[in-house]
């Protein structure tokens, strides 16, 4: 399969802990999204990265949440002292440069905080 | 803020039906508009549209833009079961694409 895929599908963890999500992206796509979703609403915005370089990063990322890219191909997504409110499906997606609204996503990693 | 409203929240209908769905925007630089179909977890990319009033059409689905009006619509044909999913409208400006809540449409047999 050489579509975008994240890891893990499921997340389950207390209040407190730290967790780290990992999406590795179609293999000649520079561009790496993550955005996440809870029920009944479109998916947010979070960050991107072209290549390693981390260009936008939302309001909605908080200072408990840390993505890198560190060599351009797969991506973490990292959140310390998770809060109930992180609750969501974490969405990973990947583009070409050229082309970049044509975003081919992953299935999610689902959180759910205890 | 960037702004992506649908409509309707939720549809259902009975399968060989046509249905029309909406979605109205208000962004800053303007360059796309996206149709999405979300069935469990991955949105699919449906169609792009950047030009007003050229339909963009794959099989029974088809879709058009109103640039001047800032909405778009998208029609599904003798719609089928596997039709029933979420359907999102996502709009880029710059480099993200800012979505609507969707509208989640099932298909009665």
């Known amino acids: 399969d050489t579509g975008v895929s994240q890891d893990p599908r499921h997340k389950i963890t207390k209040r407190g802990q730290n967790v780290t999500f990992r999406c590795d992206p179609i293999?000649?796509?520079?561009?790496l999204y993550w955005y996440r979703q809870t029920l009944g609403q479109g998916p947010e915005f979070l960050t991107y990265?072209?290549?390693?370089?981390?260009?936008?990063k939302s309001r909605l990322l908080s200072d408990r949440f840390s993505a890198e890219r560190p060599k351009g191909s797969f991506s973490t997504l990292e959140i310390q002292r998770t809060e109930q409110g992180d609750s969501a499906m974490y969405l990973c997606?990947?583009?070409?440069?050229?082309?970049?609204?044509?975003?081919?996503f992953g299935s999610g990693t689902q959180l759910s905080v205890l | 803020e960037d702004k992506v409203v649908q409509s309707p929240l939720s549809l259902v209908v009975h399968e060989g039906d046509t249905v029309t769905l909406n979605c109205s925007y208000e962004?800053?630089?303007?360059?796309?508009l996206l149709w999405y179909k979300q069935e469990k977890k991955a949105p699919t990319f449906l169609f792009m549209l950047t030009s007003s009033g050229i339909e963009k059409k794959s099989g029974r689905l088809s879709s058009i833009l109103d640039k001047k009006e800032l909405f778009s619509i998208l029609n599904i044909t003798a719609t089928q079961t596997g039709d029933s999913a979420v359907y999102l409208c996502?709009?880029?400006?710059?480099?993200?694409?800012?979505f609507g809540t969707g509208t989640r449409l099932t298909i009665i047999p």
């Open positions: 293999s000649e796509h520079n561009r």
């Open positions: 997606a990947s583009s070409l440069e050229l082309g970049a609204e044509k975003l081919f």
């Open positions: 962004v800053t630089n303007f360059r796309s």
């Open positions: 996502a709009v880029r400006a710059e480099e993200k694409l800012t």
């Open positions: 990265f072209q290549n390693e370089a981390q260009l936008e």
